[in-house]
C-alpha cells in the first residue's frame, strides 16, 4: 500500500498493543480474583442481613401487638375502669392514651347496648360491630372492628376487651384502636432513611394470611398479586421465606402471634451497592497502571520501528508494480539492516524477471483481466482493450469485472445460483465469490459489454492467484470471442428443434393413420365373418379364410406400429388391475391353439398349481408379451416341442415372483443375428421377412414391456436347437389375497378312488399332464401309445370298467383316424372320454354323430384352467345328473325362446361396422335397434326398454362418453348394461370406458365368439333380478337396494357349499330352514330365477323327506339348478358394484 500504514496494520503499534494486552491481560486477572473472591461474601452478607432486618422487624411488630394486647387486658382489671365513675374512667383511658406516646388513636369504653364513649369525647354505637358481640360473651376481640379509620384515611387494628364485675360478669367493654402505619413507622423508622436522589432504600408491606396487602408504610406496594400469593405460599409451614422478582428480593417473616407475614422488598442495586463500589475501585485502580505502562513501552519500541517503516514503504511501492523503486539505505548493521539489504537484492531479481512477462502478457491473444482479492482490476491486457473497447487507465484500479458484464446476465447468472444454493445471491461481488466457490479454477460462459453497449459472448477461464502458503492474493481471467460458436448453437438447437417436430408429426401421423386402416380393416374382418356364414364353394370358403387371415396379419401389423409409435414417443403406459393369471393363460391358450394349426407340435403349458389366484399387474400388456413370445416360437418351429413355464420364484410381503419361460426346437439364433434381435424393423435374417413374414417390432415391443414392468428379457439361442426366452417379474398380491396364501388344490372330482387313462406319448407333455391331473387325488395311468391303450381297454372287458375317466391325443402317431376312435369309444364302456386336440380337430367332431363324439374336449395347449373346467363341468355333471340343464346354463351363445329375446341398442355411426354387428347379432337371434349417434341413441333409450346397449366412441355430435353419462343420469349399471366398442386398446381408454358408467367394452374387431359372451353375459346379469319390481319393495330408494345387494352377496357368497354338506349329511331341519331364508330374501330381492329354484328345492325335500334318507339322488337335480341359479345372481351383483363404484368414483 502506498503511504503511512493506517494504525491498525502497524507492527510498531500492534507489538505496543500485544505488550500492553500483556499487561492488562495480568492486571484484570488480578483484579478479577480479588472481585470474585470478595463478591461471594458480600452477596452472601447482603442477602443474611436483609433477611435478618425482616425477621427483626416481624418479632417486633408481634411484641408491640401483645404488648397493646396486655395493655388492654390490665386496663380492663383496673378498678377504676371496673368500679369507677365515668368521669375517672375517662380521665384514666386519657391517661392511658398519653402513656403511650401517640401510638393509640382512639381508647374508649361502652357498656352492653354497644354505646362506646371515647375519650376524646366522642360516643360511638358499635352494637352491630362482631369483635364488640365477641366480648359481650367475654372474649377479647382483635383486628376484625368495622370502626371507622383514622382521620387521615390510614387502616387501623381495634381491640375490644371485656371488663369483668367482681362476680366475673362482663359489665362492659373496652376499646383501643391503634394505626398500622404508625406501628409499622415504628418498626422500619431505620428503613425510611432515602439516598441523596431521594429514592427509598427498601419497601415494607404487612400481608394477610390470603396475601392482600394489610398496609404499606411507602403507600407503595410493589409486589403483584401473582408474588403475593407466592410469598404466602412460601410461608407455607415455614416462617421465612424468599422470593426473586425483577426489581430485587422479597424477605418475608411471619408476624408472632398472628396470621400476618412482614414482607421486604429490595432492590437489587441497593441490595448489592458495595458490590458495586468494590468493582468500580478495582476498575480504577487497573486503568491507572495500564496507562503508566502504555507510557513506558512506547517510548521502548519506538526507534527500530521507523526503519522498519521505511522497508515497509519500498515494498508497498514494489507491490504496486514500481520495480524501479530507490535503494534502501544501510545504516546499522544488525537485523533490521540485514533486512533491508535483501529487500534491495529482491527488487532487483524481481525486475529482471517480470519485465520480459509483462510485455507478453500485454501482447496476448487472449484478453486477460486481473484483479486483487476484492476484484477490483489491475491488470487489463492490450487484447481486453480491443475486443472490449475500454483502455487500460478506465478500468485498472478503478473497475471491477462487474463493470465489463452484462446485467442481464449477471441477474440470469445470480438467480440460478440463488436456487443451487437455497439463499440470495445479489448479482454483486457476493455473486463472483459463489461462482468460484472452494474450486481453484472454473471456466463459465458469460456476457460482456462492449463500450459501445453492444453485448460480446466470451468463454472465460478464471484462477485463483495463491501465493506459496495457499492463501489467495488475486484472480487472474482468461476470455476469448465466441461469438461464432454461439451462432453455430443456435443454427444446430434450431435443428434439434426441427427434427424433434418432425419426430412428434411422424408419431401422430401413424397414431392417426393407423387408428383410420383399422376402421376399414375392421369392415373386412366382419364382413369375411358373415359371408362364412353363407352357403360357399370350397374354394371361395377356402379364400374367406385367407381373407380374414390375412386382414387380422394386417391388424396385428398396424397394432405394433401403433405400440412402437408410443414407444418412441415416450407415451407407453401400464395399467394397475387385479387379474387371474389362470384365466389369462387360458385365453393365451385359447388364441394359440388357432396359430398351431396342422402343424405337429406340441405346446406344453407348465404352470405351478400354488400360483396366487388374484395378482396386481397389466394383464393386456403381460398377454400381449407372452402371445408374441409363443407365436415367435410357433412361427419358427417346424418339429418337436414348445415349452411355457411358469415358476413361483418368490412369495413373501404380499408380493410373488414369476419367472415366465419360452423354449422351443425351433431353427435358433446365431450370435450374430443375436445382436441386432431388439432393433426396430430388423429380424435377424433378411430372409426371414419373407419366409415368415413380420415387422421386426414385435421382440422390441416385447422387450419395452417388460422393462416397463421391472424386467428384462433375456434370450439364449443355439443354432438348430432352438431357443429359450425368459423375463423375470414382481406382482403385488390383490387385496382380498392373503399373505403368501396361494390358491387351494383341487379336491377329488367324486370319490377317493377315481382312476384315469391317459394317451400321451413320453416327453414334457406326459410330465405336465400327470402334474396337473395327480392335483386331482386321482390314480393316473399313461398309455405311451393309442395301442397300448387299446389293448389296456381290451384286457378290462369281462370285468367291471376300470376307469372313470380317459384324456386322449388325438394327433398321436399310431391314431389311425375314425376306425381307431369307434374302438376305442366302444371299449371305454361308461368311462367318460376327454379329447386333446387342436381347433381343426375339433371341426372335425362336429362332421360326427354326436353319440360318437367324445364328453368333452380340451384344445391344446392343455392348461390347468382349461383342465379344472372340464373336470368342474364332470363333477357338476355328476352331482346333478343333469347335462342337458347344465349346457343351457353354460353353452354361448344360448338358443332362445321366440318370446324371450333380448333387445339390443347398437349404436354405431359407420354404416359396414352396423351392418356387421347386426347380421350378427339377429342371426344369434337378438332383437336389434340401430342409432348412428348419442342423441338418437338417448332418444330411443327413453322410447324403448331395451336389455342392452353397444356403444362406438368415437361418433359425430354426441360422442360415446358423454351419451353414456347422459343415460346413466336416469338409468343405473344393473337396469341397462352399455357395452364399448372401440378400436382403442390403452389402458386409460378402458378405465376412462368404466368411469363414465361402461359395464364392460368390446375391442374392434369385433369378434363373433367375444360379441356373443359378452352379451350373453350381461343380458343374463341384468335379467338375475327385476328392478323395477325390487324398487317397488324398497319405496324407489336405490340406495337402500344396492345396500342390500352388497349385504346378500357377502352373506351368501359361500351358501351352495354349505347346503350342500347339509344335504349330504342328511340334516334335513337345516336345510329346510337354509332354504327357506334364501327363498324370503331372493323373493324381497325379485331375484326370480334364485326364488324358484328354492322353492322348487323346498317342495321336493318336504315332499319326500323319509324318502330322502334313503336315496339322495332325489334332491340332487333341484340343488344343482340352485346352486346354478344362485352363482350367476352373485356375479352379476359383484359386477354391478364393481361399475357403481368405477362411475361414482369419478362423477
Known amino acids: 500500500m502506498k503511504g503511512e500504514p493506517i494504525m491498525l496494520q502497524s507492527l510498531r503499534l500492534r507489538t505496543w498493543l500485544l505488550l500492553l494486552a500483556t499487561t492488562l491481560v495480568t492486571s484484570l486477572a488480578s483484579g478479577l480474583v480479588y472481585y470474585q473472591s470478595a463478591e461471594s461474601t458480600i452477596r452472601s452478607n447482603q442477602v443474611e442481613n436483609a433477611g435478618i432486618r425482616v425477621a427483626t422487624r416481624a418479632d417486633a411488630l408481634g411484641l408491640l401487638l401483645r404488648s397493646f394486647l396486655k395493655l388492654i387486658e390490665a386496663d380492663a382489671q383496673n378498678n377504676t375502669v371496673r368500679f369507677g365513675g365515668e368521669f375517672e374512667r375517662m380521665l384514666f383511658l386519657r391517661e392511658e392514651r398519653n402513656r403511650m406516646g401517640g401510638l393509640i388513636d382512639s381508647i374508649g369504653y361502652g357498656d352492653l347496648s354497644g354505646r362506646m364513649k371515647l ?77 441523596a436522589g431521594g429514592a427509598p432504600f427498601a419497601e415494607y408491606a404487612l400481608l394477610d394470611a390470603s396475601g392482600e396487602t394489610i398496609n404499606a408504610p411507602m403507600k407503595s406496594d410493589s409486589l403483584t398479586p401473582e408474588q403475593r400469593q407466592r410469598v404466602v405460599a412460601l410461608l407455607s409451614g415455614k416462617n421465612s421465606a424468599r422470593l426473586d422478582v425483577p426489581s430485587g428480593m422479597v424477605f418475608a417473616y411471619k408476624v408472632p402471634g398472628t396470621d400476618w407475614s412482614l414482607t421486604h422488598h429490595v432492590s437489587t442495586d441497593k441490595l448489592f451497592k458495595p458490590l458495586h463500589d468494590l468493582l468500580l475501585r478495582t476498575i480504577a485502580i487497573t486503568l491507572v497502571t495500564e496507562l503508566a505502562l502504555s507510557f513506558l513501552l512506547f517510548l521502548m519500541i519506538s526507534p527500530p520501528f521507523r526503519r522498519i517503516q521505511d522497508i515497509l514503504k519500498t515494498t508497498e511501492e514494489v507491490a504496486a508494480g514500481n520495480l524501479h523503486v530507490a535503494p534502501l539505505p544501510i545504516e546499522v548493521e544488525d537485523e533490521i539492516g540485514a533486512l533491508s539489504e535483501s529487500v534491495n537484492t529482491m527488487v532487483a531479481q524481481l525486475r529482471n524477471s517480470f519485465d520480459p512477462l509483462k510485455a507478453i502478457t500485454l501482447q496476448n491473444e487472449y484478453g486477460v483481466i486481473v484483479t486483487d482479492t476484492k476484484y477490483v482490476i489491475t491488470q487489463f491486457n492490450a487484447t481486453a482493450e480491443r475486443l472490449l473497447g475500454y483502455s487500460a487507465e478506465e478500468v485498472v484500479g478503478k473497475a471491477t469485472p462487474l463493470t465489463l458484464s452484462s446485467v442481464e446476465d449477471l441477474e440470469a447468472k445470480a438467480k440460478r445460483i440463488s436456487g443451487r444454493l437455497g439463499r440470495t445471491v445479489p448479482p454483486t461481488t457476493e455473486l463472483l465469490d459463489a461462482m468460484i466457490g472452494g474450486r481453484n479454477f472454473y471456466t463459465d460462459e458469460r456476457i460482456y459489454r462492449h463500450k459501445n453497449g453492444s453485448n460480446l459472448p466470451v468463454l472465460i477461464s478464471i484462477s485463483k492467484i495463491m501465493d506459496n502458503s495457499g492463501s489467495v492474493t488475486g484472480y487472474i481471467g482468461l476470455f476469448r470471442d465466441i461469438t461464432n460458436e454461439k451462432r453455430i448453437q443456435t443454427e444446430m438447437l434450431k435443428a434439434k428443434e426441427q427434427a424433434e417436430e418432425a419426430n412428434a408429426f411422424k ?148 408380493r410373488v415372483m414369476l419367472e415366465f419361460a419360452v423354449t422351443d426346437t425351433g431353427i435358433g439364433i446365431t450370435e450374430e443375428q443375436l445382436s441386432n434381435l431388439f432393433q426396430p424393423f430388423v429380424q435377424a435374417d433378411g430372409s426371414i421377412s419373407r419366409k415368415y413374414g413380420g415387422t421386426g417390432l414385435g421382440l422390441v415391443i416385447s422387450d419395452e414391456i417388460i422393462t416397463l414392468m421391472g424386467g428384462r428379457l ?85 370285468a367291471n370298467p376300470s376307469y372313470d375317466y380317459i384324456f386322449c391325443n388325438m394327433e398321436m402317431p399310431d391314431m389311425y383316424g375314425e376306425e381307431t376312435w369307434l374302438r376305442l369309444r366302444r371299449l371305454a364302456g361308461t368311462a367318460r372320454i376327454v379329447s386333446m386336440t387342436t381347433p381343426l380337430g375339433h371341426n372335425e367332431w362336429l362332421r360326427m354323430d354326436e353319440t360318437d363324439r367324445p364328453e368333452r374336449t380340451l384344445i391344446k395347449p392343455i392348461n390347468r384352467r382349461a383342465l379344472r373346467d372340464v373336470m368342474d363341468s364332470f363333477k357338476r355333471e355328476i352331482e346333478a345328473e343333469r347335462k342337458q340343464a347344465e349346457d343351457s346354463y353354460k353353452s354361448a351363445p344360448r338358443k332362445r325362446e321366440p318370446g324371450d329375446k333380448p333387445k339390443i341398442l347398437l349404436v354405431e355411426d359407420h354404416l359396414i361396422n352396423q351392418q356387421i354387428a347386426y347380421e350378427l347379432l339377429s342371426g344369434a337371434g337378438y332383437e336389434v335397434d340401430v ?45 341397462l348394461p352399455i357395452i364399448a366398442m372401440t378400436a382403442n386398446t390403452r389402458a386409460e381408454d378402458r378405465q376412462r370406458c368404466l368411469s363414465v ?33 325390487a324398487l317397488i319393495r324398497v319405496n324407489g ?29 342328511r340334516q334335513w331341519e337345516d336345510a329346510l330352514r337354509m332354504l327357506h331364508t334364501l327363498k324370503g330374501i331372493s323373493g324381497n330381492l325379485s331375484a326370480n330365477s334364485v326364488f324358484a329354484a328354492a322353492k322348487e328345492l323346498e317342495s321336493t325335500l318336504i315332499e319326500n323327506i323319509r324318502e330322502l334318507g334313503k336315496d339322495s339322488a332325489e334332491w340332487e337335480p333341484g340343488f344343482g339348478k340352485l346352486r346354478i341359479a344362485l352363482e350367476e345372481l352373485l356375479e352379476a351383483t359383484t359386477w354391478e358394484h364393481k361399475n357403481t363404484m368405477n362411475f361414482q368414483n369419478i362423477t
Not at 361418433?955 to 337396469?975: F, K, Q, V
Not at 359395464?999 to 346379469?1021: C, G, Q, Y
Open 119 to 195: 375519650s376524646d369525647g366522642r360516643t360511638l354505637d358499635v352494637s352491630d360491630d362482631p369483635l364488640f358481640r365477641k366480648a359481650q360473651l367475654g372474649l377479647t376481640g382483635f383486628m376484625e372492628s368495622k370502626a371507622p379509620p383514622a382521620a387521615d384515611g390510614s387502616k387501623r387494628i381495634n381491640v375490644f376487651q371485656p371488663v369483668k364485675d367482681s362476680r366475673n360478669k362482663v359489665q362492659g367493654v373496652l376499646w383501643l384502636s391503634f394505626r398500622l402505619d404508625d406501628l409499622l413507622a415504628e418498626i422500619t423508622r431505620d428503613s425510611l432513611i432515602a439516598d
Open 507 to 654: 408419431s401422430l401421423f401413424l397414431a392417426r393413420m393407423t387408428h383410420e386402416i383399422r376402421t376399414p380393416i375392421n369392415g373386412i374382418v366382419g364382413l369375411s365373418q358373415l359371408m362364412k356364414r353363407t352357403s360357399l364353394t370350397e374354394d371361395q370358403l377356402d379364400y374367406m379364410e385367407k381373407i380374414i387371415s390375412s386382414s387380422e396379419v394386417l391388424l396385428g401389423i398396424v397394432n405394433d406400429i401403433l405400440d412402437y409409435s408410443k414407444i418412441e414417443a415416450g407415451k407407453f403406459e401400464l395399467d394397475r388391475i387385479a387379474f387371474e393369471p389362470d384365466e389369462l393363460f387360458r385365453k393365451l391358450g385359447d388364441t394359440l391353439s388357432y396359430f398351431l394349426g396342422t402343424r405337429q407340435l406340441e405346446m406344453i403349458f407348465d404352470i405351478p398349481e400354488t400360483l396366487p389366484r388374484r395378482i396386481v399387474g397389466d394383464p393386456f400388456r403381460l398377454e400381449q408379451v407372452l402371445l408374441n413370445l409363443l407365436n415367435n416360437a410357433i412361427k419358427f418351429t417346424n418339429k418337436g416341442y414348445i415349452h411355457f413355464r411358469v415358476e413361483l420364484l418368490e412369495l413373501q410381503d404380499r
Open 714 to 798: 433375456e434370450v439364449e439361442s443355439r443354432i438348430g436347437e432352438g431357443s429359450r426366452f425368459s423375463f423375470v417379474l414382481s406382482f403385488p398380491l390383490a387385496k382380498e389375497e392373503d399373505d403368501g396364501q396361494a390358491e387351494e388344490p383341487a379336491r377329488p372330482i367324486l370319490a377317493e378312488s377315481v382312476r384315469i387313462l391317459c394317451i400321451e406319448r413320453p416327453g414334457l407333455m406326459q410330465d405336465s399332464l400327470r402334474s396337473m391331473l395327480h392335483s386331482y387325488q386321482a390314480e393316473v395311468e399313461f398309455a405311451d401309445s393309442w395301442k397300448i391303450a387299446l389293448e389296456a381297454l381290451s384286457r378290462d372287458l369281462t
Open 931 to 975: 342409432a348412428s349417434n348419442g342423441l338418437s341413441a338417448i332418444a330411443m333409450v327413453g322410447e324403448i326398454n331395451y336389455d342392452l346397449v353397444l356403444m362406438d366412441i368415437h361418433m359425430p355430435g354426441l360422442d360415446g362418453y358423454e351419451a353414456t353419462m347422459r343415460l346413466r343420469s336416469t338409468l343405473n349399471t344393473w337396469r
Open 997 to 1029: 358408467g361402461m359395464n364392460d367394452f368390446l375391442t374392434k374387431p369385433i369378434e363373433s365368439d367375444a360379441l356373443f359372451a359378452m352379451v350373453d353375459r350381461w343380458t343374463r346379469h341384468a335379467r338375475q333380478i327385476d328392478w323395477d319390481d
Open 1037 to 1065: 330408494k336405490e340406495q337402500i337396494l344396492r345396500h342390500m345387494l352388497r349385504s346378500f352377496s357377502m352373506e351368501y357368497s359361500g351358501f351352495s357349499e354349505r347346503l350342500g354338506s347339509k344335504l349330504e349329511e
